[in-house]
């Protein structure tokens, strides 16, 4: 099929070996690209295993979209059995490793086994070299990033990890270019465990399209409709931090540990003031709407915002200065460390230490004790071993009744929506693949502008919908998403890229049952790893049912469970899973995964 590269490279750091293969026909077609194909190759390869073990195997995959002339494209998605969760782990990355990879004559990377000795793989087209890389161990992702672009050129496409993946914390991240993080599940832990410090990617081929002149034009006129639209400007004066004074507004800003979903203090650090501080722009490559947005930070340092880092590391522990919430970002960004985790493990501990549950007094809004905590949970270190886990582990390990606020779904903490007050959102967190992330249905700006408070069916169609175009298909096609999401970049160009691109007229339907293929097979994924899997697993934590917000108009509100556990039913009938959230037999057939009900006992 035109459009792929064709071709998936895998590599045993054990053995030293080096293979590429065809991508079958089927594989194209069935799964598409990027999380698609993550999860075929993980199913088929990955099998109860430690995912910290050398039997773990990492995915670097992209998709028929990616790198090409369009907007946005520069996306690839980094995944993995996750360390942190034990169950599917993924994360989508803007960065040039995307470009190349496909240049050099790949669709995807497997990197299976480990290296006795830290290493890193070196890709140059046809040429693939495993480098001795104990001069990089131990390093920042920022000194190895720039030590490799010296070594390899400016313009490699380079993925790194940063100490605590080394020190296999599992809320580490795999990094890019200063500040494109990716693969929040522990996937840099995962890097880690093999000894592989990094991926240096040059391609200097061109993956052949069905109609290169049609991709140029649709491209062209894509890259006009982003610019040309009304909320542009706006865009590229906040970026991604416009939803902070939306989210203080309407009470759904994490503060304080989520118990609160306003700061009193948001004015002194919303977007208008982040306008103010903003001295460059960052962002991933073929993208004409950047967001990430640079900062001095506390100590006069270049460090990267965006409205995640800035909620969890910001108001969640009660910190109300955008230059020390970039000196934690650009910490977190050179330990390799994950932010809204970190946010959530650091405000976990602040509240277990007001609790009494702690000996130590860490007060909310304690910057120096944050930058400790940060460089503790990095070394793994201290009381750095508490939390390097997670929040889950560590509320395991506390005890206490603090399970009820450790701000988690499946172990994967959650991201900077307080849900207090949108149960549609609470049930997006609740069921996403990966755990607690607002990447695969981020309804709340939906459900917000229409029945906020209704638990109905309708809410649920529409959560599957978003699940379907986010999480299934901007996930594999692999490109981003935010254009759609942020500046109405119309919908209806993508089946016309896929169609100049590959050559194939997919719908709308066509793409939607690709996506709900792909989750059924995340989601037998989970139970064949995780055997007492069920529907525990898509709930919220407790506090969003039992403690409601003492603040603003949302105070007193609370998620009703009785009501949360019927639209829980409503998307397990709606997708053809059982009461457990399992996919029925006839689920799998119908969408063409008929092996897999054996190994699932359904
Ligand atoms: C994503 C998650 C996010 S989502 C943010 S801010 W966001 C955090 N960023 C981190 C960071 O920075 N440094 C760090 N050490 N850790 C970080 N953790 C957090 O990671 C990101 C953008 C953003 S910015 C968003 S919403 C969109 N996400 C997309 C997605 O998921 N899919 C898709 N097809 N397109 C998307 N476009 C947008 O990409 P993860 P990135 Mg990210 C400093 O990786 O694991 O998915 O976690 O990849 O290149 O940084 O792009 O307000
Ligand atoms: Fe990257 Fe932001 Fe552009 Fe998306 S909008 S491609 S995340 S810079």
């Not at 990879?101 to 000795?117: C, H, N, T």
């Not at 290493?119 to 140059?124: G, P, S, V």
């Not at 004790?369 to 509320?395: C, F, H, N, P």
């Amino acid at each position: 099929m035109n459009g792929y590269a064709g071709k998936l490279l895998r590599v045993n750091l054990s053995e030293g070996r080096v293979s590429k293969e065809e991508i079958s026909e089927s594989m194209k077609r069935d799964f598409l690209g990027g999380r698609g194909f993550a999860i075929k190759l993980l199913w088929d390869e990955v099998k109860q295993v430690d995912p910290l073990s050398e039997q773990n195997k990492i995915v670097f995959a992209t998709g028929p979209l990616s790198g090409q002339l369009l907007p946005s494209s520069g996306k690839m998605v980094i995944a993995s059995k996750s360390p942190l969760t034990e169950g599917y782990g993924d994360g989508n990355m803007g960065t040039m490793a995307s470009v190349h990879l496909k240049k050099a004559g790949y669709d995807a990377v497997v990197v299976e086994g480990k290296s006795e000795r830290p290493c890193y793989l070196l890709i140059e087209d046809e040429s693939v070299k495993i480098l001795e890389a104990s001069d990089l161990w131990g390093k920042s992702s920022f000194d190895v990033q720039d030590l490799l672009e010296k070594r390899h050129g400016g313009n490699s496409g380079i993925l790194v990890i940063g100490p605590a993946g080394e020190n296999l914390v599992r809320i580490s991240t795999v990094m890019s270019q200063k500040g494109r993080a990716g693969g929040r599940p522990g996937m840099g832990a995962v890097m880690g465990s093999k000894n592989l410090k990094a991926l240096v990617i040059k391609g200097t081929g061109n993956v052949s399209n069905f109609d290169d002149s049609r991709v140029r034009e649709l491209g062209r006129k894509g890259y006009e409709e982003i610019k040309s639209s009304g909320s542009y400007p706006f865009w590229m004066k906040q970026g991604t931090m416009q939803a902070f004074e939306w989210c203080n507004e309407n009470g759904c800003l994490p503060a304080y540990n989520f118990r609160e979903g306003i700061f009193e203090f948001s004015r002194e650090m919303d977007g208008y003031v982040l306008e103010k501080l903003d001295v460059d722009r960052k962002g991933c490559p073929m993208c004409n709407m950047q967001c990430g947005h640079i900062v001095h930070d506390s100590s006069g340092q270049r460090a990267e915002l965006d409205y995640e880092n800035v909620g969890m590391l910001g108001p969640n522990i009660g910190i109300r200065s955008l230059p020390q919430v970039a000196t934690l970002n650009r910490m977190a960004d050179e330990w390799g460390l994950d932010t809204i985790s970190l946010g959530s493990c650091i405000g976990f501990l602040m509240e277990a230490s007001e609790k009494g549950l702690i000996e130590e007094r860490i007060g909310w809004g304690d910057f120096e004790a944050a930058q400790r905590l940060t460089v503790a949970i990095g070394r793994d270190e201290g009381m750095g071993r508490l939390l390097s886990r997670g929040v889950k582990y560590a509320s395991e390990k506390l005890g206490k009744g603090s399970h009820r606020w450790a701000m988690h779904v499946k172990g994967l903490e959650i991201s900077a929506y307080n849900c207090h007050a949108c149960p549609g959102m609470a049930l997006s967190f609740g069921t996403s693949p990966i755990g607690a992330s607002h990447k695969d249905a981020w309804i709340i700006a939906w459900e917000i502008s229409t029945d906020r408070f209704s638990y109905n069916k309708e809410k649920v169609e529409k959560l599957i919908e978003f699940q379907r175009i986010r999480g299934g298909f901007f996930e594999s096609a692999t490109v981003c998403r935010l254009p759609w999401v942020e500046v109405g970049f119309g919908i209806h160009w993508y089946p016309e890229y896929l169609k100049a691109i590959t050559g194939q007229s997919r719908s709308w339907e066509d793409l939607y049952q690709i996506g709900d293929r792909i989750y059924a097979l995340l989601r037998a994924y989970w139970k064949r790893e995780i055997p007492n899997f069920g529907r525990r697993w898509d709930w919220p934590p407790d506090r969003w049912f039992e403690e409601s917000q003492s603040r603003g108009k949302m105070g007193g509100i609370k998620v009703d469970r009785k009501s949360y556990e019927q639209m829980l039913s409503w998307y397990y009938e709606l997708r053809g899973w059982d009461q457990n959230g399992v996919p029925l037999r006839e689920t799998l057939d119908r969408l063409g995964l008929a092996g897999v009900s054996k190994e699932i006992s359904v």
